[in-house]
T-cell receptor
Framework: QKEVEQDPGPLSVPEGAIVSLNCTYS??????FMWYRQYSRKGPELLMY????GNKEDGRFTAQVDKSSKYISLFIRDSQPSDSATYLC?????????????FGTGTRLTIIP | DAGVTQSPTHLIKTRGQQVTLRCSPI?????VSWYQQVLGQGPQFIFQ???????GRGNFPDRFSARQFPNYSSELNVNALLLGDSALYLC????????????FGAGSRLTVL
């Protein structure tokens, strides 16, 4: 069993829709949770960073972490064609010392104009 | 400011050969990490270096090695290449503030024939 599970999709939604992306994990030592966006032929770009449980909002993006259920989500409101990319969840146990990130497989998202 | 730069961007090797990939971190960043991303998968942690010392190593065979130079740039070496080493190799850097907040380069795409 992988430490981090993520539905690979692909996921296609019409422009303006609300998108929900999710990951589950098995390692209870994870404390830091991130969402990266990766465009084709590019490196991952950090979108959201959350410590422990709770919600965080940044513009059209909202990240939620539920450590009791080992479940994290990313919501995208008013989705735009430019949001079409692969979304990767990532997690780490520490932010000091070995800051190894464990990634999900990524969900490929297409926003249809 | 220049981001994380990696070279070469693409390369093709044959089985059994050796490859060296290079990475220059963001100016002022002293930590460099390497990740392997196989097509359709999330990045997997290979190494982390900080101040020229290895701080973490992922579950990769000894054919993989790396080093960090006094100017904080880094090289990843892979010996005795296998077909399964074909992947996008990502370098990421960070400073000590929020040390698990990584900025990735665009990667070096390695094809092993």
């Amino acid at each position: 069993q992988k430490e981090v599970e993520q539905d690979p999709g692909p996921l296609s939604v019409p422009e303006g829709a609300i998108v929900s992306l999710n990951c589950t994990y098995s390692n209870s030592a994870f404390q830091y949770f991130m969402w990266y966006r990766q465009y084709s032929r590019k490196g991952p770009e950090l979108l959201m960073y959350t410590y422990s449980s709770g919600n965080k909002e940044d513009g059209r993006f909202t990240a939620q972490v539920d450590k009791s259920s080992k479940y994290i989500s990313l919501f995208i409101r008013d989705s735009q064609p430019s949001d079409s990319a692969t979304y990767l969840c990532a997690m780490s146990e520490s932010n000091f010392g070995n800051e190894k990130l464990t990634f999900g497989t990524g969900t490929r998202l297409t926003i249809i104009p | 400011d220049a981001g994380v730069t990696q070279s070469p961007t693409h390369l093709i090797k044959t089985r059994g050969q050796q490859v060296t990939l290079r990475c220059s971190p963001i100016s002022g960043h002293k930590s460099v990490s390497w990740y392997q991303q196989v097509l359709g998968q999330g990045p997997q942690f290979i190494f982390q270096y900080y101040e020229k010392e290895e701080r973490g190593r992922g579950n990769f065979p000894d054919r993989f090695s790396a080093r960090q130079f006094p100017n904080y740039s880094s090289e990843l070496n892979v010996n005795a290449l296998l077909l399964g080493d074909s992947a996008l190799y990502l370098c990421a850097s960070n400073n000590r503030a929020g040390a698990n907040v990584l900025t990735f380069g665009a990667g070096s795409r390695l094809t092993v024939l």
